[in-house]
C-alpha cells in the first residue's frame, strides 16, 4: 500500500525507469486490499502523470487474494518444468548444528514431486543437491537444470541461513561456512543473478526453508531503482514466486532429526495429502501456502512469508489429493491354479493357516510348490492382444567385443530379420534375428557404426530414437533428438548420404523453435511404399502443454519417396494417455498407426500402452502456434489396444524385473516394429508386433524383446 504522496511519486519514477529499459508493451497489476481502493487509486494517477503512454501500458487494480481478481491461464507444467532441491546438513563449525532434518526434507520432496497423483515430475527434470562445498557446487545444478524449463525452474533451499546485519541480506551457509564470515557462504543475490542470467523459463519459484530466510522478500520489495534498471535486461519472464519458511528476524525449526523441518514437513504433508475443504482439483502455490501458513500458526510456529509477482501463486500446481478419488489398483489375471490332492489334512492345513493369520507358511504352499508345473509369460493382454513370448537373450551381450546396450528403436526387413538401433555414443545399428514369435529367440550380428558424411563416427553420437528401413533395404532413415534431425545412412556402410531431412522451425529446438531440449523426435514410422513418413515428439512443444496431465503432442508428416526427398506436408494433434509421453510409432495401414506411449515412476515402474491411432479426417494443425487452445475433435482419435500391465507374467518367478514394477514383464519398452497382415491361414487377419526395450546401460534394466499377435479393431 502506498501511504503518501512521495511514495506514490517514487513508485511511478522507478516504473517509468524499467519501463523504458525494458522497451516493450507491459502489463502492470496491482494487487490491493479492499480497503484501499483510494489510494490504489492514487498510484495510478501518478502513472499517467509520469508520462508512460497510454498505448504502451495497461494498469489493472486487483483484490488481494478472496477478492474478485484477474487470475492467470495454464498452470505450472511439470513435463516443460524442471526442480532443483538443495539441502546442506552438516557443517564443520561447531556453531552451526548439523540439520539431520534437512536431509529428510530434500528426499521427502523430491518423492512428493515425482509423485503423477500429486505434479509427476519425471526424473530427469529434478535433482537432488546434497551438502554442495562450493558456491559453483550449490549454483552450477541450477544453471544446469534451468536449461530443461520452458516453462517453470523452481528452486529449493534447506540449511542455515546467514544474514548480513550492515545490508540487511541474506546469505546461504555451506558445510565450511563460518558465522561472522559471510565470504565463506553464498551471497543470496548471487544465486538470483545466476538464475537471471541463465533462465529461458516463463516463470522462477523460489522456496526457501532456513533462518531469516524472509530477507529474500524483504529485499525483494525494497530494490532500488538501479536494480530495476539492471533487470530489465532479463528476458521474457512472466513472474516470479518466492515462499519463505520465517520472517527476516525469525529462526527456522527443525526440532527433530527423524522428521523434516517443521515448514517443509508441512508443506510436503500438504502436497502429499490435499486440502479437503478447497473444493477444486488442482492447488496453487498460494493456496498452498496459505493452508502451510494455517497449520503453523495454529501450532505456534514462526511464520511463513511469500512474495508473489504478476500471480504465478494463482496457476494450478498440483493435483489435490483430498479432492481426486482413489484409483483402483491394476489387477493381473491370475495364473492358473495348479492342481492338487484334497483330504481331510489337507483341509486342516488349510485351517490351521488361516487361524494362524499365516504367521507361518503353512504346508499347502510347498505341497503346491511340488506338484505346480510353471506357467510360462505369455496370454491374452486384451481381446485384440496375445503376448506369445519374451527374451532377455541380448541383455548385456557382446557382439565382436561391442556391448549391446541403449537399443531405442526396432525396424524388420523380413519376417525374421530386423535392425536395432542404438542410442548411445557413439551410435550404431544391430542387425537382429528373430526366430519362432511363439517361443522368441533373438540373436545379433555386428554393429554398423554411424557416420557422417565424410565417414567419421560421431564424437557424441546422436542420440537416434527413431528408425525406418527404405524399400530396397539398401538405405535406413534415423531420426535424433540432437537438432532434432533426420538423417538418411547407407546400411552397408553406415555413411550419412546427404544433408538432414528438414525438421519444420516451430518443430526445433530453442531458440530456434519451441521444441523441449532432448524431448524432441522420438519416433519414426514409414509407409510400406515410402509415400509417407511420420516423425512424432516425444513431449509438447511449449505452447501446446497438456489437460490434466495428458500432454498434447504433434506428429509432422512428410511426403516423398524412398531414397529421395521428402517435405513436411501435414501435421497431426495427438493427446496421450495422463503422465505418457509418446514413444514410437508404426503403420498399419492407410492413416493408420500404431502408438506406443511411455511413462516411468521412480519407485513405481512403467506403464507400456499400445495405441490405435486413426488419421482419417484429421486436422492439420501446422499453423496453430498453442495446441493447448484446440477443441478435443482437432485431436486425432485413438483406442487402447493393449496395457503391458495386463499381460500375464506366468508363475512367481517365471520373469524378473530389477527394479519395482507392477509386473515383472514391464520395463523401459521405447522401439516398436509390426509385420504385415497374415492373409491366409488360421492367423488370417492378425500381425505380429515386437517390442523392444532400451536398458540406458543401467545394471537395474533390461533389454527385453517381446513379440505379440494383435488383431486390429474393425
Given at each position: 500500500?502506498?501511504?503518501?504522496?512521495?511514495?506514490v511519486?517514487?513508485?511511478?519514477?522507478?516504473?517509468?525507469?524499467w519501463?523504458?529499459?525494458?522497451?516493450?508493451?507491459t502489463?502492470?497489476?496491482l494487487v490491493?486490499p479492499?480497503?484501499?481502493?483510494?489510494n490504489?487509486?492514487a498510484v495510478?494517477?501518478?502513472?499517467r502523470?509520469?508520462?508512460?503512454?497510454e498505448?504502451?501500458?495497461e494498469t489493472v487494480i486487483?483484490?488481494a487474494?478472496g477478492?474478485?481478481?484477474?487470475?492467470?491461464t495454464?498452470?505450472i507444467?511439470?513435463?516443460n518444468s524442471?526442480?532443483?532441491?538443495?539441502?546442506i546438513?552438516?557443517?564443520?563449525d561447531?556453531?552451526?548444528?548439523?540439520?539431520?532434518?534437512?536431509?529428510n526434507?530434500?528426499?521427502?520432496?523430491?518423492?512428493?514431486?515425482?509423485?503423477?497423483?500429486v505434479?509427476?515430475?519425471?526424473p530427469?527434470?529434478i535433482?537432488k543437491v546434497?551438502?554442495p562445498?562450493t558456491p559453483?557446487?550449490l549454483?552450477r545444478p541450477?544453471?544446469?537444470m534451468?536449461?530443461?524449463?520452458?516453462?517453470?525452474?523452481?528452486?529449493?533451499?534447506a540449511?542455515h541461513g546467514?544474514k548480513d546485519?550492515?545490508?540487511?541480506?541474506?546469505?546461504?551457509a555451506?558445510?565450511?561456512?563460518?558465522?561472522?564470515?559471510?565470504?565463506t557462504?553464498?551471497?543470496?543475490?548471487?544465486?538470483?543473478?545466476?538464475?537471471?542470467?541463465s533462465r529461458?523459463?516463463?516463470r522462477?519459484v523460489m522456496?526457501?526453508?532456513?533462518?531469516?530466510?524472509g530477507?529474500a522478500?524483504?529485499?525483494?520489495?525494497?530494490?532500488?531503482?538501479?536494480?530495476?534498471?539492471?533487470?530489465?535486461?532479463?528476458d521474457?519472464?512472466q513472474?516470479?514466486?518466492?515462499?519463505?519458511?520465517t520472517?527476516p528476524?525469525r529462526?527456522?525449526l527443525?526440532?527433530s532429526?527423524?522428521?523434516?523441518?517443521?515448514?517443509?514437513g508441512?508443506?510436503v504433508?500438504?502436497?502429499?495429502?490435499?486440502?479437503?475443504q478447497?473444493s477444486?482439483?488442482?492447488l496453487s502455490?498460494g493456496?498452498?501456502?496459505r493452508?502451510?501458513r494455517r497449520?503453523l500458526k495454529r501450532d505456534?510456529?514462526?511464520v511463513?512469508?511469500?512474495?508473489d509477482?504478476?500471480q504465478v501463486g494463482?496457476?494450478p500446481?498440483t493435483?489435490?489429493?483430498?479432492?481426486?478419488p482413489?484409483?483402483?489398483?491394476?489387477?493381473?489375471?491370475?495364473s492358473?491354479?495348479?492342481?492338487v490332492?484334497r483330504?481331510?489334512?489337507?483341509?486342516a492345513?488349510?485351517v490351521?493357516?488361516?487361524?494362524l493369520g499365516?504367521g507361518?507358511?503353512p504346508?499347502i504352499d510347498?505341497?503346491?510348490?511340488?506338484?505346480?508345473?510353471?506357467?510360462?509369460a505369455?496370454?491374452?493382454?486384451s481381446?485384440?492382444?496375445?503376448l506369445l513370448?519374451y527374451s532377455?537373450?541380448?541383455?548385456?551381450t557382446?557382439?565382436?567385443?561391442?556391448?549391446?546396450t541403449?537399443?531405442s528403436?526396432?525396424?524388420?526387413?523380413?519376417?525374421s530379420?530386423?535392425?536395432?538401433?542404438?542410442?548411445?555414443?557413439?551410435?550404431r545399428?544391430?542387425?537382429?534375428t528373430?526366430?519362432?514369435p511363439?517361443?522368441l529367440?533373438v540373436?545379433a550380428g555386428?554393429?554398423?557404426?554411424?557416420?557422417?558424411?565424410?565417414?567419421?563416427?560421431?564424437?557424441?553420437?546422436?542420440d537416434?530414437?527413431g528408425l525406418?528401413?527404405e524399400?530396397g533395404?539398401?538405405?535406413?532413415?534415423?531420426?535424433?533428438?540432437?537438432?532434432?534431425?533426420i538423417?538418411r545412412?547407407?546400411i552397408s556402410?553406415?555413411h550419412?548420404l546427404?544433408k538432414?531431412?528438414v525438421?519444420?522451425?516451430?518443430?526445433?529446438?530453442?531458440?530456434?523453435?519451441?521444441?523441449?531440449?532432448?524431448?524432441?523426435?522420438?519416433?519414426l514410422?514409414?509407409?510400406p511404399?515410402g509415400r509417407?513418413?511420420y516423425?512424432?515428439?516425444?513431449?509438447p512443444?511449449s505452447g501446446d502443454s497438456?489437460q490434466?496431465?495428458r500432454?498434447?503432442l504433434?506428429i509432422q508428416?512428410y511426403?516423398?519417396e524412398?531414397g529421395?526427398?521428402?517435405t513436411?506436408?501435414?501435421?497431426y494433434?495427438?493427446?496421450t494417455?495422463?503422465?505418457?509421453?509418446l514413444?514410437?510409432?508404426a503403420?498399419v495401414?492407410?492413416d493408420?498407426?500404431l502408438?506406443l506411449e511411455?511413462?516411468?515412476?521412480?519407485?513405481?515402474?512403467?506403464v507400456?500402452?499400445v495405441h490405435?491411432?486413426r488419421?482419417?479426417?484429421?486436422?492439420?494443425?501446422t499453423?496453430?502456434r498453442a495446441?493447448a487452445?484446440?477443441t478435443?475433435?482437432m485431436?486425432?482419435?485413438?483406442?487402447?489396444?493393449?496395457?503391458?500391465?495386463?499381460c500375464?507374467a506366468g508363475?512367481p518367478?517365471?520373469?524378473t524385473?530389477?527394479?519395482p514394477?507392477?509386473n515383472?514383464?514391464?520395463?523401459?519398452?521405447e522401439?516398436?516394429?509390426v509385420g504385415p497382415?497374415e492373409?491366409?491361414?488360421?492367423e488370417?487377419?492378425?500381425r505380429?508386433?515386437?517390442?523392444?526395450t532400451?536398458?540406458?546401460?543401467?545394471?537395474?534394466q533390461?533389454t527385453?524383446?517381446?513379440a505379440?499377435?494383435i488383431r486390429l479393431?474393425?
Open positions: 500500500m502506498v501511504s503518501t504522496v512521495a511514495s511519486g517514487q513508485l511511478a519514477v522507478a516504473l517509468q525507469v519501463r523504458e529499459a525494458l522497451n516493450r508493451p502489463t502492470l497489476q490491493v479492499d480497503g484501499h481502493r483510494d490504489a487509486r495510478f494517477d501518478a502513472l502523470g509520469a508520462g508512460l503512454p498505448e504502451r501500458h486487483a483484490a487474494a477478492s474478485a481478481g484477474v487470475k492467470p495454464g498452470r507444467d511439470p513435463a524442471a526442480c532443483v532441491l538443495i539441502g546438513d552438516s557443517y564443520d561447531p556453531k552451526l548444528p548439523s540439520l539431520r532434518a534437512v536431509y526434507n530434500i528426499e521427502q520432496l523430491y518423492d512428493v514431486l515425482t509423485d503423477e497423483d505434479w509427476g515430475v519425471e530427469g527434470r535433482r546434497h551438502n562445498r559453483a557446487e549454483i541450477i544453471r544446469e534451468s536449461e530443461l524449463a520452458a516453462d517453470t525452474l523452481i528452486v529449493y533451499y540449511g546467514l546485519l550492515d545490508e540487511n541480506e541474506l546469505y546461504l555451506l558445510p565450511h561456512s563460518v558465522p561472522g564470515e559471510l565470504e557462504s553464498v551471497r543470496f543475490k548471487a544465486v538470483m543473478q545466476a538464475i537471471a542470467k529461458q523459463a516463463q522462477v522456496i526457501i526453508d532456513c533462518c531469516h530466510s530477507i522478500i524483504d529485499g525483494g520489495m525494497s530494490e532500488a531503482v538501479d536494480d530495476i534498471r539492471a533487470d530489465a535486461d532479463i521474457d519472464v513472474g516470479m514466486y518466492f515462499m519463505c519458511a520472517a528476524n529462526k527456522a527443525a526440532p532429526a527423524e522428521k523434516c523441518t517443521v515448514f517443509t508441512e508443506l504433508d500438504v502436497l502429499r495429502e490435499g486440502i479437503p478447497e477444486e482439483l488442482m502455490l493456496v498452498i501456502f493452508e502451510v497449520r505456534s510456529r514462526p511463513p512469508g511469500e512474495l509477482n504478476n494463482h496457476l500446481f493435483r489435490n489429493i483430498a479432492r481426486i482413489q484409483r483402483p489398483p491394476v489387477l493381473l489375471p491370475p492358473p491354479r495348479p492342481r490332492l483330504s481331510p489334512v489337507f483341509a492345513g488349510i490351521i493357516g488361516i487361524v499365516l507361518v507358511p504346508g510347498r505341497v503346491r510348490e511340488l506338484r505346480a508345473v510353471p506357467v510360462p505369455g496370454g491374452q493382454c481381446t485384440n492382444a496375445t513370448s532377455d537373450q541380448l541383455d548385456k557382446e557382439v565382436s567385443g561391442e556391448r549391446i541403449g537399443l528403436a526396432l525396424a524388420l526387413t523380413g519376417s530379420e530386423g535392425f536395432a538401433l542404438a542410442d548411445n555414443e557413439p551410435g545399428v544391430f542387425p537382429l528373430l526366430e519362432n511363439d517361443d529367440h540373436s555386428v554393429g554398423r557404426t554411424l557416420r557422417d558424411t565424410n565417414g567419421v563416427p560421431y564424437s557424441k553420437g546422436i537416434g530414437e525406418v528401413i524399400r533395404n539398401k538405405t535406413m532413415l534415423v531420426s535424433s533428438e540432437k537438432g532434432p534431425s538423417r545412412f547407407d556402410t553406415g550419412e546427404e538432414p531431412i525438421v519444420p522451425q516451430m518443430l526445433q529446438d530453442p531458440p530456434t523453435g519451441d521444441a523441449q531440449f532432448g524431448r524432441t523426435i522420438e519416433s514410422a514409414a509407409t511404399d509417407y513418413l516423425a512424432g515428439w516425444e513431449a512443444l497438456d490434466r496431465g500432454n498434447r504433434r508428416r511426403r516423398g524412398p529421395g526427398t521428402y513436411p506436408d501435414y501435421q494433434a495427438y493427446e494417455g495422463a503422465g505418457l509421453y514413444t514410437e510409432l503403420v495401414g492407410q493408420r498407426l502408438a511411455r511413462q516411468y515412476v521412480e519407485g513405481l515402474g512403467n507400456i500402452q490405435d491411432v488419421l482419417d479426417n484429421a486436422e492439420d494443425v499453423g496453430d495446441l487452445d484446440n478435443a475433435d485431436l486425432v482419435p485413438r483406442t487402447l489396444l493393449f496395457d503391458l500391465r495386463t500375464p508363475s518367478g517365471q520373469v524385473a530389477r527394479q514394477q507392477s515383472p514383464l514391464l520395463d523401459n519398452v522401439g516398436m516394429a497382415e492373409t491366409a491361414g488360421p488370417v487377419g492378425t505380429l508386433l515386437y517390442l523392444i532400451d536398458d540406458n546401460s543401467n545394471s537395474t533390461v527385453r524383446l517381446y505379440f499377435r479393431p474393425a
